[in-house]
């Protein structure tokens, strides 16, 4: 069973930081783009971070770059997404998702990507 599974979320002041785990199963990532998405009560769904397969590419949203980054341990078949400095506004449930290469190039959007895991909730709060 091809499996994408998120960990490391949970409640975390203001300035906190926190590192979420994406862990494959069933396949192995080696190939694939991953990319990291969100999403807050009432709001559409944001895409955050992408990393290629090969790991020589990053693309990072407006509103996290500098704060947030994405790497892969293709040995541990993880990707990983450290998350510094974090605000209120970060708060949502955090997805992860494997896509072919060129799914970097929508991770805005989402789209191309054909696996995705459930979710790791992130709350940001004092």
């Known amino acids: 069973q091809l499996q994408l599974v998120e960990s490391g979320g949970g409640l975390v002041q203001p300035g906190g930081s926190l590192r979420l785990s994406c862990a494959a199963s069933?396949?192995?990532?080696?190939?694939?783009?991953i990319g990291w998405f969100r999403q807050a009560p009432g709001k559409e769904r944001e895409g955050v971070s992408c990393?290629?397969?090969?790991?020589?590419?990053?693309n990072y949203a407006d509103s996290v770059k500098g704060r947030f980054t994405i790497s892969r341990d293709n040995a541990k078949n993880t990707v990983y997404l450290q998350m510094n400095s974090l605000k209120p506004e970060d708060t949502a449930v955090y997805y992860c998702?494997?896509?072919?290469?060129?799914?970097?190039?929508?991770?805005?959007?989402?789209?191309?990507?054909?696996?995705w895991g459930q979710g790791t909730q992130v709350t940001v709060s004092s």
């Open positions: 998702a494997a896509g072919p290469s060129v799914a970097c190039l929508f991770y805005r959007t989402g789209a191309r990507y054909d696996y």
């Open positions: 990393i290629s397969a090969s790991g020589g590419t990053t």
């Open positions: 069933g396949f192995t990532l080696d190939y694939y783009a």
